[in-house]
């Protein structure tokens, strides 16, 4: 007897993602203004970010991996213990080492935004997900976080300020 296959719908993938993202992850119940705000500024640089890495990457014979890791200063740390709790942001500082760190940069914990919250909120390409999932995260744990992304959040403009980011 053959067995049939099916393949499954982008479409749906997405849907269930961000049903997962916005239902599950992001309760308003469980996180404040400030929680949603800092999601939203990091969300959003990542996003800019990553996209400056493709369209960079269309000229390099060594593209740049998408990313969705970050630094925070210590002493901003606090700051992100609702969302450590919710699952919206891991700390890898306990499972990763961070080996390059810019002058400027933040010399903190290592941080990750969760994959959903990335995938559904535009962080990351949807289009090239699963490439970015097997090989560009990969890529850039094996770097030691070379491409990581280092955030001040006195920058971020929910604070009033913009500095701009750190590449």
């Known amino acids: 007897m053959r067995k049939s296959y099916k393949k499954i719908s982008q479409r ?9 993202a916005s239902n599950q992850i992001l309760t308003q119940k469980n996180l ?4 949603f705000n800092i999601v939203a500024e990091i969300i959003k640089r990542m996003s800019t ?3 400056k890495a ?7 014979e060594t593209p740049i991996p998408a990313n969705i890791y970050f630094t925070i200063n210590y002493s901003q740390f606090q700051e992100f213990n609702n969302l450590l709790l919710q699952g919206c942001i891991h700390d890898k500082g306990r ?8 002058e400027e940069g933040s010399h903190g914990p290592l941080m990750m935004l969760d994959l ?15 490439d970015i999932f097997r090989k560009d995260l990969k890529i850039n744990a094996k770097s030691g976080f070379k491409y ?10 929910y604070k009033g300020k913009n500095i701009g980011i750190f590449y």
């Open 116 to 130: 959903a919250l990335a995938l559904s909120n535009g962080a990351i390409d949807k289009r090239r997900a699963i």
């Open 54 to 60: 493709e369209t960079e990457n269309k000229d390099k």
């Open 148 to 157: 990581c992304q280092d955030f001040d959040l006195d920058s971020f403009e």
């Open 32 to 35: 404040n203004t400030d929680d």
């Open 49 to 51: 970010r990553n996209k």
């Open 12 to 20: 749906d993938i997405e849907n269930a993602v961000q049903i997962v």
């Open 95 to 102: 499972t990763r080492l961070k080996k390059y760190y810019k």
